[in-house]
């Protein structure tokens, strides 16, 4: 633990003369932690917060997020700023290393990336055991897992160079592996990465281009490629990074906890919003509808929800998604689309929302996946491709808190308790007894 130690929190329990003193510790910014470690030996009792909403479960350099106030730091640098002025790859290197490269080293790295980003080529032969309608999804999570089986070089997660060559393979390697799981999807010869273009060029390419033709890249579209990859490169512990981290927890190689984290971010309450929320606007249809939905999400039993609306931490607007709705409209004036209506539909919805008091007294925002989904569309993504090209671009992210985790000194296995509620003990009833 490397915050500081400054006062205490103390718990009594009521009726018994059990009381201890739970040191406070104070990180650089942000909330402080009451530590618990010991209350379990010297009170006999766990804590409980199923969705762990008030649970620290590490601590790390990388992001900071302040969710009332909507701000996003990696490494002390807010997202606006890396948005504007930096690349995928330099974020990466930030994320990775802690700092911003000087010239040489943003070299060697992007040198490095560049490298890795073939794959071997038996690793085509997967591709062939999957349907071609399957989700691009579910291509990631078995492909991703399945890069253990060609690496035995650099499984062992305690040598730094291991972990080192890991990293670049998978930063370097996911734009592919996305790129081929749809080409096969629709039934398009795989594009080899060319080692001339930039990271988010060659994904373009990768996914845009065909043998029979030549392909050049739009300027403005690789830019857009790029911050949006910046805007989805890491976001403290979210589902998917703890999923990460609780596989990296018991020794498992990268390849399989990105896997995990793969599965994990799949889901439409996390990466899987951005692909809701096209589904959500075309099943509005209309701006004339909004009201009808927006009375269904108030609704308790429609379990409808604004998809790209709300956060368990940003309580104000996220970031991200005001960065992603310039990118919007950017990418929307060079496509020459001058009146997208899912756009047109989505602002209204936003500004009905904001307007709202159900979603104004809950505090919810468009988040990044709000604007996400009408961007890539635009660009010629299809909805299902929308959770994995956030999967490529968050890889960055889950290694470099894979990273954090495996070089910390104090790690151990993630193992949570839990409040039993079920039957106490009772004896086995023979078949012959049961009624
Ligand atoms: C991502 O963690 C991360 O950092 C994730 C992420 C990242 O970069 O990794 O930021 C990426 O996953 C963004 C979130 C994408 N998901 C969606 O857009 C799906 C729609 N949003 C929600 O399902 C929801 O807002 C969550 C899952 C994001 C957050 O859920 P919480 O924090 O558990 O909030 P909650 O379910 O406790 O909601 C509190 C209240 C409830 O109403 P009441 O019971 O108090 O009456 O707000 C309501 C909820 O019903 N609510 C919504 C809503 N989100 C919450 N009501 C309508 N629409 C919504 N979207």
Redesign the pocket.
């Known amino acids: 633990m490397s915050g500081t130690a400054n006062g205490s929190v103390t718990v009594t329990i009521d009726g018994s003369n059990k009381s201890m003193k739970l040191p406070l510790i104070h990180g650089t910014i942000g909330h402080s932690v009451a530590d618990i470690r010991k209350m379990y030996g010297e009170m006999g009792i766990f804590t409980y917060d199923p969705?762990y909403?008030g649970t620290a479960a590490c601590d790390s350099k990388i992001t900071y997020?302040d969710g009332d106030e909507g701000i996003l730091l990696h490494r002390g640098y807010p997202i606006e700023q890396l948005a504007e002025q930096s690349t995928f790859l330099e974020v990466a290197y930030l994320l990775l290393n802690g700092e911003l490269p000087n010239a040489s080293e943003r070299k060697v790295f992007v040198q490095g990336v560049t490298m890795h980003t073939m794959l071997h080529e038996q690793i085509r032969a997967f591709y062939n055991g999957f349907r071609r309608d399957a989700h691009p999804m579910a291509v990631m999570c078995g492909v991703v897992g399945a890069l253990s089986a060609f690496y035995h070089d650099s499984l062992d997660i305690n040598d730094e160079q291991h972990r080192r060559i890991s990293a670049f393979r998978l930063i370097a390697k996911l734009p592919t592996i996305a790129a081929w799981a749809y080409k096969y999807s629709i039934g398009q010869p795989f594009m080899y990465p060319r080692n001339d273009l930039t990271y988010p060029a060659n994904f373009l390419y990768m996914f845009n281009a065909v043998p029979s033709e030549p392909w050049q890249p739009n300027p403005v579209l690789v830019r857009a490629m790029d911050r949006i990859l910046i805007l989805?490169a890491?976001?403290?512990?979210?589902?998917?990074?703890s999923t990460v981290r609780l596989a990296g927890s018991t020794g498992a190689n990268p390849f399989a906890c990105i896997a995990a984290g793969i599965a994990s971010?799949w889901g439409?309450?996390?990466?899987?919003?951005?692909e809701?929320?096209l589904k959500m606007l075309a099943e509005i249809g209309h701006v004339d509808r909004i009201p009808e939905f927006i009375s269904k999400?108030?609704d308790?039993n429609s379990s409808?929800?604004?998809?790209?609306?709300?956060?368990?931490?940003?309580k104000n607007y996220?970031p991200?998604a005001k960065i992603m709705q310039a990118t919007c409209h950017e990418v929307l004036r060079e496509l020459g689309i001058v009146d997208d209506p899912l756009l047109d539909l989505a602002v209204e919805l936003e500004k009905i929302a904001l307007h709202d008091p159900?979603?104004v007294e809950?505090k919810?925002y468009p988040?990044?996946?709000?604007y996400s989904g009408i961007i890539l569309k635009a660009m010629g993504f299809p909805t299902s491709m929308f959770t994995v090209l956030?999967a490529v671009a968050?890889t960055v992210?889950w290694i470099s808190q894979w990273k954090e985790m495996i070089e910390d000194p104090s790690q151990r296995i993630g193992r949570p308790r839990q409040i039993y509620t079920g039957p106490a003990k009772r004896d086995y009833v023979p078949l012959a007894e049961r009624s």
């Open positions: 969705g909403g997020i989805h890491d976001h403290e512990q979210n589902a998917s990074t971010l439409p309450a996390h990466g899987g919003a951005n809701a929320v999400v108030k308790k409808v929800r604004l998809m790209g609306f709300g956060h368990r931490v940003y996220d991200r159900y979603f809950r919810l988040n990044v996946d709000f956030f968050r992210g």
